[in-house]
């Protein structure tokens, strides 16, 4: 409970400082996802933060925002839901990388929800375009035995896929590739764990992370086990001309980034690696529990902080910091960020809209033209199970199915947070990031009645069409 706290505090911390302005960047402070927070990974392009995280289940959500501090309130954008049995559940370690004009997602998943380690496998989706949101389309398993945590990389010249696969201990794996969906060789082992520090709790290499700068390239892993508060970074770096081999690696001895007890941070680890919107910081993500005695669960919490050069060229990552301590965000961002949003339906250009600001349970929600009002502003907020809830600033209320009806035609309205699935909702991707609002209770999506573009239309839930009126896209105010 005390953990919980602490975390729920320092959201609160990051609240309340998002939109300050320091330094040209909004002010910051972790967790940078409080809920679902274990093996991040950040990638900045054209504007905005894109993040995704372990899921448990069998869906793939992203979030999106200009600020990394904004990411801690962004919506949660589902991009892929398990299409098939022998990948259907249990979804790890996505990550995206953009190559060859297209984005990839590679992720792990397993067979099934009871027994789903020993299943798990590495995947990869490829996007429709230059959308990190996708849609995404199935392309490939990557393997045929037990492995997780994949990342590319490109070193001279050719595309290499990294992991960590089981040879009686968990090491670290490398196999080049032909296309981003595609093995040219197969894997051989380049790092097992062999230092003490590498073997607390379980003899594990693993979460392996290619970082590059001046001509070095570093692989940046973790090390120890997950459940532990000794989990920890390690590092190689490539001495040797074949990427391939063991023997081309050379490991430093000792961690790179690990427990801060005096900062109440425990088994940082999982890692990936950003750059500030104008090129100039470093910037290194990664999950930690806030107590020595949690572990591998979804009480971890997404982190980052800024990170420097050794004059040999070695990157120095410094020591993990506090949850709640302020930070300036990378250079380059806007001065402030939105945490709250106006919903436009893809058909009529219209918002959704709580009619008349009334604040009455029942009150009606409808499209209308947009007009700035709070009627119209939305905050999304984060459930913990993959769904969110849609408060309405000016009355405080969220967006309800009434009657928990599953028909076609129920109304949607505003009512008092009951906490139920009727109240819960999800954002899946369509494309040119549109989405689908889900309901969590019945399946079915927001849906302006008869395709009306008229001021008033009803908003409704109805069965899936797949047509325009049915659309709607989230914009931060």
Not at 156 to 181: E, H, I, K
Not at 232 to 255: E, F, R
Not at 320 to 326: E, F, I, R, T
């Amino acid at each position: 409970m005390a953990r919980r706290l602490l975390t729920l505090l320092a959201a609160l911390v990051l609240a309340l400082s998002l939109g300050q302005s320091s330094a040209g960047a909004a002010s910051l402070a972790n967790p940078i996802k409080a809920q679902k927070g274990a093996d991040p990974w950040i990638s900045y392009y054209d504007g905005n933060y894109y993040m995704v995280t372990t899921s448990w289940t069998n869906v793939i959500t992203m979030r999106k925002s200009a600020t990394l501090a904004g990411l801690a309130t962004a919506p949660n954008y589902q991009v892929w839901t398990g299409d098939a049995a022998s990948r259907c559940c249990n979804i790890w370690a996505p990550e995206i990388h953009f190559l060859n004009g297209k984005w990839y997602l590679y992720y792990v998943a397993g067979q099934n929800v009871s027994d789903y380690n020993p299943t798990q496998r590495t995947h990869v989706l490829e996007s429709a375009g230059t959308d990190p949101t996708g849609p995404y389309t199935y392309k490939n398993q990557l393997n045929s035995a037990w492995m997780l945590d994949p990342t590319v990389g490109t070193i001279n010249g050719q595309l290499y896929l990294f992991g960590s696969a089981s040879g009686g201990t968990q090491n670290l794996v490398a196999a080049r590739m032909s296309n981003p969906y595609t093995l040219a060789t197969g894997f051989s082992t380049i790092s097992t764990p062999t230092y003490s520090w590498e073997t607390s709790g379980g003899t594990v290499n693993e979460g392996p992370e290619i970082l590059q700068r001046g001509g070095k390239t570093f692989l940046v892993y973790s090390a120890s086990g997950c459940w532990t508060p000794d989990y920890k970074l390690g590092q190689l770096t490539l001495t040797g001309s074949d990427p391939l081999s063991a023997s081309s690696w050379t490991k430093k001895s000792t961690p790179v980034f690990q427990r801060n007890d005096s900062a109440g941070v425990y088994g940082p680890g999982h890692n990936g690696f950003f750059t500030s919107p104008d090129g100039t910081e470093n910037w290194i993500v990664y999950h930690a529990n806030d107590s020595s005695s949690d572990g591998c669960d979804n009480g971890r919490t997404t982190r980052a902080q800024k990170f420097t050069w050794n004059s040999d060229g070695t990157p120095n990552f410094g020591t993990p910091v506090a949850l709640g301590s302020s930070m300036t965000g990378p250079s380059g961002e806007p001065s402030s960020t939105s945490t709250t949003y106006t919903i436009t339906n893809r058909n009529s250009g219209k918002c959704l809209d709580v009619a008349g600001s009334s604040t009455a349970d029942g009150a009606n929600v409808q499209q209308y033209t947009c007009n700035g009002g709070n009627n119209q502003k939305w905050r999304v907020e984060d459930q913990g199970d993959d769904t969110s809830r849609l408060v309405n600033v000016a009355t405080g209320k969220v967006l309800d199915t009434a009657d928990c009806s599953s028909a076609d035609g129920a109304d949607l309205r505003q009512w008092s947070w009951l906490n139920n699935t009727c109240q819960r909702f999800r954002f899946v991707v369509t494309d040119s990031s549109y989405v689908r609002i889900v309901n969590q209770a019945t399946g079915k999506v927001a849906d302006v009645a008869n395709c009306s573009t008229a001021d008033a239309a009803d908003v409704r839930q109805w069965t899936w069409l797949n047509n325009n009126c049915q659309q709607w896209k989230l914009n931060p105010v």
